[in-house]
């Protein structure tokens, strides 16, 4: 495979699984990347050891990686600037980023969430924070892809949307490998929907999983969300093709069923009688859906969009409803023509 534009200057900004995993495929490809890292202390050790022992621990990283905790080092003067942070920090470290930025840089954003306080979604936060962004410059990044096993180079295919096609086709080069397939997408809505709800329904699954109730029940949850994201995405102005795709149905099943979904295991665990607040003290990582609930929540009640499997999450997480009823309550609601809910 071509790989093209290898004299870009490229800037990552969180040290995550996730932006681990993305930095050192780029890296691996050939970029020189500037890396941020929010703990100077986890920086350091990536620069003596090339490993993220806490977050991605057992991979060997690229030494074309170059850890910083200085922001300012991570953006100034690249021409892409690839963003993985949790959804509730976005505001605030890109508006750090804002001064330091040149103009024309594409911003990349492979975050997923939607923000509690103003429900928009991460490509809309970043619109907020840099309100010099040519919008055409702006793309997401999305798919089904667990961290550790892009990292790995196991076969992935995830999706890239941005409003100008030639955005889209430009980050798709950047990014594509021959373990790492991109497409690309116009529906920045739909990619970020996908990317965002499937982490809510996939803690439904888990609590399925944890209430010991079955692979129909499992398979029904899937179908039943796959129908409440394309609701909200068809309210949004999303396409709803998008939800067929990689950033919709395949980045579903892939949460809602995968072991190493932080999501899938919260819900499990919730499913089993633990707590919401003892469960969150013992996670490092960000299980981005406990968050997202909420924003799904008000969201379709601000939009009208019946979401009955989300607003029983919320009130699981929130509003101490036990799974079992929640189960109950859904199973039990009106019956319906599948085809005419739409």
């Not at 692979?215 to 709803?240: C, D």
């Amino acid at each position: 495979m071509v790989q093209p534009f290898l004299d870009m200057r490229i800037g990552v900004v969180g040290g995550g699984s996730w932006g681990t995993a993305l930095a050192h495929l780029l890296a691996d490809k050939g970029y020189t990347v500037d890396w941020w890292i929010y703990e100077p202390d986890l920086a350091q050790r990536i620069r003596e050891t090339r490993e993220n022992d806490l977050f991605l621990p057992g991979v060997v990283l690229s030494q074309r990686l170059m850890p910083t905790n200085e922001l300012q080092k991570a953006v100034a003067g690249k021409d892409l600037v690839l963003v993985v942070v949790p959804s509730h920090v976005m505001r605030t470290v890109t508006s750090e980023m804002a001064p330091h930025l040149q103009n024309g840089t594409i911003i990349v954003s492979a975050s997923k969430g939607i923000e509690n306080s103003t429900l928009l979604t991460m490509s809309g936060v970043i619109r907020d924070c840099l309100p010099n962004l040519d919008e055409d410059r702006l793309a997401v990044l999305s798919g089904p892809s667990f961290a550790r096993e892009v990292a790995l180079g196991m076969p992935t295919v995830v999706s890239v949307a941005a409003r100008e096609p030639d955005c889209a086709q430009k980050v798709q080069a950047v990014f594509a490998t021959p373990a790492f397939r991109v497409y690309t997408n116009d529906d920045l809505v739909g990619v970020e929907l996908g990317g965002a709800v499937k982490n809510v329904i996939a803690i439904a699954a888990g609590m399925v999983d944890g209430l010991g109730l079955g692979l129909n029940t499992r398979a029904a949850l899937i179908t039943r969300g796959l129908t409440e994201i394309r609701r909200l995405g068809r309210a949004m102005g999303a396409n709803p093709r998008t939800f067929t795709g990689s950033a919709g149905v395949g980045d579903l099943v892939l949460t809602c069923t995968g072991d190493v979904s932080r999501n899938h295991t919260i819900g499990k665990k919730i499913g089993q009688g633990m707590q919401l607040a003892d469960l969150l003290q013992e996670m490092r990582m960000v299980a981005e859906g406990v968050k997202t609930a909420r924003s799904v929540y008000n969201l379709s009640l601000r939009l009208g969009v019946e979401m009955p499997i989300s607003h029983a999450v919320y009130r699981i997480l929130y509003e101490q409803l036990a799974p079992k009823e929640a189960v109950y309550q859904l199973m039990t609601r009106d019956l319906k023509n599948e085809l005419d809910e739409d």
